[in-house]
């Protein structure tokens, strides 16, 4: 018998915003075959998110280059050990650059615990604090910490006047529903296909549209039925018409709130102009 043929990717009338991938990660094709495959079927606009202090110059550079990807600026929790001032003032630095959107990936991981839990918290909360003095969003992470990440968000949430997305959500209704409370958006993706994601599937159907936004969170967490390749932000329009499904929507009524979400998510997709901010706005003393 011959291989199974997996289905073409489908393509929608609506434009797709891909929130959430890591460009520079991509490594299976050349870059611009991946922009390339993402626009032909209709996604429109990219953000490309730093990690670590090796990725934060990398980030901005892709989005400086392509006038269709922007940029985050953060330490993930898995490298919190790794932040020093120097890395901070980096990101002020880079702040500076119109092409960043947020502060991010930054948040807490204990499910591996690359870095102390006492750290990561420190770390996370620092960053918030960056992105509150700047009045950009934030990209959040969390896995296994749902008490503390609640905690740590309940004191900075006011602060936060762009809040930001829970990207990647695997966590529980709890921490679902207080996010939400607070103004924040929650981002899903390939999961959303897996045959055991029960717990997020009940998330995505309780989401309130308005709340919700798209990612691949590529090269990882490749979509049904592409399972076992690398991930690419063309995969997009899979997860997207999954969550349709699951909310019982029409998906260009899905696609059609989650591009308008993902543009009140991240103010400065509306905008192809490069260079400075304004220094005043990085840091308020």
């Known amino acids: 018998m011959g291989k199974k043929l997996r289905p073409p990717i489908p393509k929608f009338k609506t434009p797709i915003i891909e929130t959430h991938c890591h460009l520079d990660y991509l490594d299976n094709e050349e870059l611009p075959n991946q922009l390339r495959k993402a626009r032909d079927v209709g996604v429109k606009k990219f953000v490309t998110i730093a990690v670590s202090e090796e990725n934060l110059t990398s980030a901005i550079e892709l989005a400086n280059y392509y006038d269709d990807v922007w940029a985050t600026q953060g330490i993930h929790p898995h490298s919190a050990a790794d932040y020093t001032d120097g890395t901070e003032k980096k990101i002020l630095t880079n702040l500076q650059c119109n092409k960043v959107v947020a502060i991010g990936e930054i948040g807490l991981d ?13 770390v996370f909360e620092k960053q918030l604090k960056l992105a509150s003095e700047a009045d950009l969003p934030v990209v959040i992470h969390t896995r296994e910490a749902d008490d503390d990440t609640i905690e740590i968000l309940r004191k900075y949430s006011l602060a936060l006047k762009k809040k930001g997305v829970i990207h990647s959500f695997t966590s ?65 329009p899979f997860i997207a018409k999954k969550i349709a499904e699951i909310k019982n929507i029409d998906i260009e009524i899905l696609l059609q709130n989650t591009y308008q979400n993902s543009i009140d998510l991240f103010a400065g997709l509306n905008s192809f102009e490069t260079g400075l901010r304004d220094e005043n706005q990085l840091r308020k003393n």
């Open 110 to 122: 204990y499910y591996y615990d690359h870095s102390e839990r006492e750290i990561q918290k420190t």
């Open 172 to 236: 529980t209704m709890k921490l679902a529903e207080f996010c939400l409370s607070e103004g924040f958006k929650l981002g899903f993706n390939g999961i959303v296909t897996f045959k055991s994601a029960e717990n997020v599937l009940e998330v995505v159907e309780r989401t309130p549209l308005d709340q919700m936004v798209l990612e691949t969170d590529s090269p990882y967490l490749t979509p049904v039925p592409y399972r076992g390749k690398q991930n690419a932000p063309y995969y997009l």
